[in-house]
């Protein structure tokens, strides 16, 4: 059984930085995705980073491009992701999610291809 566990959301002011942590378990690493996501009140889920261990392959949205990094522990089975010169805007809940399979690129951000998630995570930035 596939289980996702986020940490590490809080409160922090524009221009600070937190890192989010997702524990994995259950889960086996091949072509499939493995990622950020968040939701704003009032707003639809969207894609924030996601990666692919076997494919090597890493996708961010354009929103969060040179700010955040997603990164992995695979030792640790742990998935980060380093939000930096956070903004209002970043304000969500973000959770961590996994696909069984491959998604083609252009939909590597899409909620709707992922399978597993975890509960999530409070992140909120104040100006």
């Known amino acids: 059984q596939v289980q996702l566990v986020e940490s590490g959301g809080g409160s922090m002011q524009a221009g600070g930085s937190l890192r989010l942590s997702c524990g994995v378990s259950g889960y086996t690493y091949s072509n499939n995705f493995v990622g950020w996501f968040r939701q704003a009140p009032g707003k639809e889920r969207e894609g924030v980073a996601v990666f692919s261990y076997g494919l090597g392959v890493t996708t961010y949205a354009d929103s969060v491009k040179g700010r955040f990094t997603i990164s992995q522990d695979k030792a640790q089975n742990t998935v980060y992701l380093q939000m930096n010169s956070l903004k209002p805007e970043d304000t969500a809940s973000y959770y961590c999610?996994?696909?069984?399979?491959?998604?083609?690129?252009?939909?590597?951000?899409?909620?709707?291809?992922?399978?597993?998630w975890g509960q999530g995570t409070q992140v909120t930035v104040s100006a």
């Open positions: 999610a996994a696909s069984r399979g491959y998604i083609l690129g252009l939909s590597r951000l899409s909620p709707g291809y992922y399978n597993y």
